[in-house]
């Protein structure tokens, strides 16, 4: 992956294709990032090149806002069309979230094939399915 004339290598976290193609068939998924428009476009090529897994995509320039300098994660405006008490993120970034009670925390993805995280939190996320609201079910 080219940005700004440098190429980048991507190194897909293991289990992420199926966690995605599994999530998509019973969620409405939506790639939340605080990279750039042009970041994101560039790695849905990678993760999601035929457009079928997200139903949106925000970007820093659609989903942040500023807090004492910091760029935040605001999930509000995923609430014009969804109830807060549907919404997860999965992030590893707790901090830089403003409605932290969404949030399903994960570990940073530091390169390790041998990573399990995402197969170890499909299970977790597919208990969701029936939930009413899910904000009271995350741990």
């Known amino acids: ?10 190194v897909l976290r293991p289990y992420l294709r199926e966690l995605l193609h599994e999530l998509a068939q019973h ?3 939506v790639m939340f990032s605080l990279g750039t428009d042009y970041y ?11 457009h079928k897994l997200f139903r949106f995509v925000l970007s820093r320039e659609h989903n942040s806002k500023y807090v004492d300098r910091r760029v935040l994660k605001d999930l509000s405006q995923l609430y014009s069309r969804r109830a807060p ?9 707790e901090h830089g ?6 949030v399903v925390p994960i570990t940073d993805f530091e390169g390790d094939h041998n990573d399990r995280a995402l197969k170890l939190l499909l299970p977790y996320l597919m208990s969701f399915k029936e939930e009413t609201n899910v904000s009271e079910k995350i741990i």
């Open 85 to 93: 008490e549907d919404v997860i993120m999965i992030d590893n970034k």
């Open 97 to 102: 979230i403003i409605q932290i009670k969404n």
């Open 40 to 50: 994101v476009e560039e790695i849905l090529k990678i993760i999601d090149p035929e």
């Open 1 to 10: 992956m080219k940005i700004r004339g440098c190429l980048l290598h991507v």
């Open 27 to 29: 969620f409405e998924l």
